[in-house]
């Protein structure tokens, strides 16, 4: 049986304090929690009863077994979730400041494991065979993930919905400056794109949310996705349909997971059939829930708490 969603990218290990608005020097506990953007949004959908899988790579030791464990208690399979020797599993940390800052700390030298994902090595036919395909900029920042990114989105060839997640890291990047090429290259390959402001002008060039969502579609995509934080998000399609969704209140504890479980719910929408603004509807409180709570993976909401959510206006 196909998968629902296919997603490959950056796992990791969040350490994230369990003091809130206190300095990392003086933190003195802190849990420890699947991590990494592309793992998450499988984590979400899976949350959600979709079948998902994720491509990535670990460290050959305990955090990576760690790792493996999490995944199949989340029901997200492992089975392309592999070893590379000699390089550590990464590690995250991060600073708690509610509402809206929030410093990360990424540990991922002297290479993450996941950037060794090899083309070789990709089942393709599983890939082709995803109703959802999710990759990330962050995949394109070295090779071999970078060949073995293009690999799969020319080999998937727009088969079924294949998202891009812009997901712009700067520190993850020799030069930063190089990075459009390779952004506009997997433009042409995917039929969604999903992205903050900094992220769409990485990739575009352009600022504006409606123009910067009209440059991802004139770039390939069939829906255009642009998060313009407390403004909410705008997404339009070429078929000129459009909706912008203000964000749900919600009390912020830790925002970093709130895009991911975004992402889940973009992917159960789309499943679904829904028209763009009940899925952004649900997207939107999806990641307002995971942002009222500390971590982000554990912290994907089910489809009653968005359902609860939606019908209170508000996360309580």
Known sequence: MAYDLITMGRIGVDLYPLQTGVPLPQVTSFGKFLGGSATNVAVAASRLGRRTAVITRTGDDPFGTYLHEALQ????????????????????????????????????????????????????????????FWVTGTGLSEEPSRTATLAALAHRAKAGTTVFDLDWRPMFWKDPAEARPFYEEALRHTTVAVGNLDEVEVATGVREPHAAARALLDAGVELAVVKQGPKGVLAVNSRGESAEVPPLPVNVLNGLGAGDAFGGSLCHGLLNGWDLEKIMRHANAAGAIVASRLECSSAMPTPDEIDSAIAAGAVK
Request: aromatic residues 14%; negative net charge.
């Open 73 to 132: 208690g989340f029901g997200v399979d492992d089975r392309w979730v592999t070893p590379v020797p000699g390089l550590p599993t990464p590690v995250t940390f991060c600073e708690i400041f509610p509402p809206d800052d929030f410093p990360l700390y990424f540990y991922r030298q002297p290479k993450a494991p996941d950037l060794e994902i090899d083309a070789h090595e990709l089942d393709l036919d599983a890939i082709r065979g995803a109703s959802i």
